[in-house]
């Protein structure tokens, strides 16, 4: 009778053991199989309810944040997550990173349901405590990046730019580097600087496709479309959206490329029936600010079709949703949070700077009481050390006296040679110094005079002269103005190529990229001709297109620089 009460604990402690190595284990492979195969990871966490209640509250807490992951990666709603990471959320102390983990989960919630408010402060909240993780780049990265978005739509332009800039030295994957070039160049677009938001653009597709992620190459051909639009480089923008409708998977949200590229066919007037069929199609997969802009675009094509009572339906539908859109309460109290979340941060930098210089006082206490009683311990040692050292000191100068007295000869003798060899060393370096000089002067004037030479043997060509009386046209209409046929344009690379083959072939190891008419143009920029005489030799009536051909060179040649 005694026995049996010890055999069922130890019974129900083996079960107990079991089933928690068994959970571990469950956590474990999803974790292992969350980055490559989320569903898999999602389907091997769906438990049921009455065994997630026997869950101990670390487990529970953890299990929560591993199915918010795994939700949010396969792109499904995160209700279903909403109790969960509230157990979580009161599980974790305010200086663990998985608390951090669960503000991030529950702030992307909260802009599910359309709480920007509630968002904010999650994420804002999230960022205070991951600052003390500095390896947790991965969470710090998705914080940035959600928090960035919740101040760009509410209209904090400057300040989600300086979030997205530190997201972007947060990132460690080239689909993540994408993500963060994609949100600035955004930015640049809405100031209206055309080079650097089509150049970071190329740079973020860049990024996309060598990362492999078919929806953020679609992704980054879409927004590069939106911003060819927003510059009025309809053909470009045109180019792009069709590539991204291409590319982007079936599963993904196809409303924002229907809308765009039908759109872009209504501005470009090149197919109209495929723009309303597009932006038709798109009616029923975007958000409801874009929903207004295609009922728009569908007004305006069905009342230049005819259409009139059709055109009018899609008005009555444009105007109501506009109606129904109020975002100043939304931009408001985002500001507030911002000025609260600053407000917090620099608290904490000055309680930070509190502790540190706390803790540097007290070690600097200690150092210095130390460092007393080892200077006085020092000092006692010192005084019966020098009372030794000076009694065999005595005996040993008497010893070294005569001794140094031949050394003192024999280094004079030296530093007399020595001055001498010092003396011819410097005469002779002084010789080499000029001719080096010489010689370098010597090829920098011997180059100059290679460049004339060329020049001048460019000169005596005939193509060349051809060239010089086809740019002293003149001629009411540049549309009329002769330039070089195909047979003298390849002539006169030819005769550029022979003549300049040795810049050249420096141009073709430095700058692999670049083209034939590339390396032609440099070569042209190197003789005496004018600007419109360039253009003539690349059939141009004009110099315009130079330019163009100027800005391609510097982009090929900045990316084989970086």
Partial sequence: MKITPVLLSLLLLLLSCSQSNETEALFLNADLLMEDHPDSALNLLNIQPEIIEEFSDKDCAYYALLLARATDKCKQSLLPCDSLLNVALDYYDDDEKEKAVALLYKGRLAVEMEEAEEATTCFQKGLTIIQDFPKELKTKNLLLSSLGNIYFDAGYYDKSMEIYETMYECCTTDLEKSIALNNISTYYCLIEEKDSTLMLQRKALNYAIASGDSLQIAMSEHNLSLEFDSFDELD???????????????????????????????????????????????????????????????????????????????????????????????????????????????????????????????????????????????????????????????????????????????????????????????????????????????????????????????????????????????????????????????????????????????????????????????????????????????????????????????????????
């Avoid at 390849?490 to 700058?511: A, G, M, P, R, V």
């Fill in 236 to 562: 470009s923008a045109l180019y792009y959206e069709k590539m991204a409708l291409e590319g982007l998977p079936q599963k993904e949200n196809h409303g924002n490329c229907y809308f765009n590229l039908g759109d872009l066919l209504l501005k470009t007037g090149k197919n109209k029936d495929s723009a309303l069929y597009y932006l038709t199609k798109a009616l029923d997969d975007v958000s409801i600010e874009s929903k207004a802009s295609c009922l728009k675009s569908l007004y305006n094509l069905e009342k230049e079709n005819g259409d009139y009572k059709t055109a009018n339906t899609y008005l009555e539908e444009h105007s109501a949703i506009i109606d129904s859109l109020f975002y100043m309460e939304q931009s408001t109290e985002i500001q507030q949070l911002i000025y609260e979340y600053n407000t917090k941060m620099r608290v904490r930098e000055e309680q930070l700077k509190g502790k540190r210089t706390i803790h540097c006082t007290i070690a600097g206490f200690v150092s210095i009481c130390f460092l007393i009683i080892l200077i006085y311990q020092n000092y006692i040692n010192r005084k019966k050390r020098i009372q030794l050292q000076y009694e065999q000191s005595l005996e040993q100068t008497q010893n070294k006296l005569s001794s140094l007295e031949t050394t003192i000869e024999n280094n004079q003798l030296m530093i007399t040679l020595l001055k001498q060899e010092k003396n011819n060393l410097k005469q002779e370096h002084d010789s080499k110094e000029q001719q080096v000089e010489e010689r370098e002067q010597t090829i920098t004037r011997l180059k100059e005079e290679k460049q004339q030479l060329l020049n001048w043997l460019f000169a005596q060509s005939n193509i060349y002269q051809k060239v010089i009386t086809l740019s002293k046209q003149v001629v009411p209409d540049k549309k009329e103005m002769k330039v070089l046929t195909t047979a003298e344009q390849e002539q006169l690379k030819n005769t550029i190529f022979e003549l300049y083959n040795d810049y050249i072939s420096f141009l073709h190891k430095t700058y692999p990229k670049l083209t034939e008419s590339d390396l032609l143009f440099l070569c042209l920029q190197k003789t005496s001709l004018e600007p419109l005489s360039i253009a003539i030799c690349f059939g141009y009536s004009n110099t315009h297109p130079l330019n163009q051909k100027k800005y391609k060179i510097k982009v090929r040649m900045d990316e084989e620089g970086s």
